[in-house]
């Protein structure tokens, strides 16, 4: 029994959500489905964005560094921890810059040094944008909802309606785009 699907693509200006259930996705998407298996659908959104955007923790091994600043791989929200030549280092021992992008070395501090030493091993937490990663959800969702491959026109009384097969992206494709909008900063329709 097909299912009657009706969407609204958020629109966020505030990115401090922290989680993203089907009750909320039911604010953008109506559907007839139960909670359990939109929950399904949002899952298998949600394990896609992070194949694309990787782990929220950042594991990072650097050696050789010269000078006092370090520049992470990803922006970081916060530090876990900062081993520096098997020393684990106090919060006071190190900086993080405003944009999450360089690590600064204190010259005091628990353990005060001038320069990084040889060999770091660093734990944190990589910046994320969460209204991005609930927009592309939704999109998600919204694509296996209404994906229905062969389907070229329905009619219920004397309603009708035909697709062109030209108009319509393939899924793959479709599927592709919204995944790719979340590395080159959004812009999804």
């Known amino acids: ?11 966020f ?4 959500e922290t989680g ?3 009750t909320r996705l039911r604010e953008f998407l109506t559907s007839s489905l139960s909670d359990s298996a939109l929950q399904l659908y949002l899952d298998a959104a949600m394990d896609a964005i992070d194949d694309v ?3 929220l923790t950042v594991h ?6 010269h000078g006092e600043l370090l520049r992470l791989a990803a922006e970081a929200d916060t530090i876990t921890t900062v081993v520096e030549e098997g020393v684990t280092l106090a919060v006071d021992d190190y ?3 405003d944009s999450g992008a360089i690590l600064r070395r204190r010259h005091a501090g628990t353990h005060p040094r001038h320069g990084w030493g040889w060999r770091l091993d660093l734990t944190y937490f990589r910046k994320d944008d969460v209204a991005e990663r609930i927009r592309a959800a939704v999109a998600l969702v919204k694509l296996e909802l209404g994906f229905q491959p062969g389907l070229v026109s329905q009619s219920i009384g004397t309603w009708s309606e035909t697709y062109s097969a030209t108009s319509m992206k393939p899924y793959a494709e479709q599927r592709a785009e919204i995944l790719a ?3 080159d900063g959004g812009g999804l329709v």
């Not at 029994?1 to 629109?11: G, I, K, Q, W």
């Not at 200006?13 to 401090?16: N, W």
């Open 1 to 11: 029994m097909p299912t009657a699907v009706s969407v609204t693509l958020p629109t």
């Open 13 to 16: 200006t505030v990115v401090a």
């Open 20 to 22: 993203f259930t089907v």
């Open 53 to 55: 955007l990787g782990p």
């Open 60 to 65: 990072e091994h650097v050696h050789g560094i």
């Open 95 to 97: 900086t993080l810059s």
């Open 181 to 183: 909008s979340l590395s």
